[in-house]
């Protein structure tokens, strides 16, 4: 079953542009889950691999889509109760993401 169909993208701008992006998202990412919380949102882990190790850790994130398309959907770790965030020059003390997609985007872009 299509879950992102079950949520009703009418209201949003560019909402078909919005559906076949975050579809296309969800198919890649498959561990992600969307939900409205009024803003579509996906949320789930995503698997990074740290170049100091090469380890592979399953990283609790949420995409929000604020303004798509015109802005890119921001991105936020969402740790766990047993996780802290280690704020760098790509993630702030509160979760959220930069990256150099979100510094480029333009209009249309997928991440």
């Known amino acids: 079953m299509d879950i992102l169909?079950?949520?009703?993208?009418?209201?949003?701008p560019s909402s078909e542009k919005l559906y076949k992006d975050a579809h296309d998202t969800l198919q890649k990412?498959?561990?992600?889950r969307p939900a409205l919380t009024p803003l579509l949102t996906l949320a789930g882990t995503l698997p990074v691999t740290l170049e100091k190790d090469q380890r592979t850790y399953?990283?609790?994130?949420k995409?929000?889509?604020?303004g798509y398309p015109s802005i890119p959907?921001?991105?936020?770790v969402t740790p766990t109760a047993?996780?802290?965030?280690?704020?760098?020059?790509n993630v702030e003390?509160?979760?959220?993401?930069?990256?150099?997609?979100?510094?480029?985007?333009?209009?249309?872009?997928?991440?």
């Open 93 to 111: 003390g509160n979760g959220k993401c930069s990256c150099s997609v979100s510094a480029r985007w333009k209009k249309g872009e997928v991440l």
């Open 5 to 12: 169909r079950t949520i009703d993208l009418r209201p949003f």
């Open 73 to 76: 959907p921001e991105v936020f």
């Open 63 to 66: 995409l929000v889509y604020n």
């Open 82 to 89: 047993t996780m802290e965030i280690r704020t760098s020059e």
């Open 29 to 32: 990412y498959p561990t992600l």
């Open 58 to 61: 399953q990283i609790p994130i």
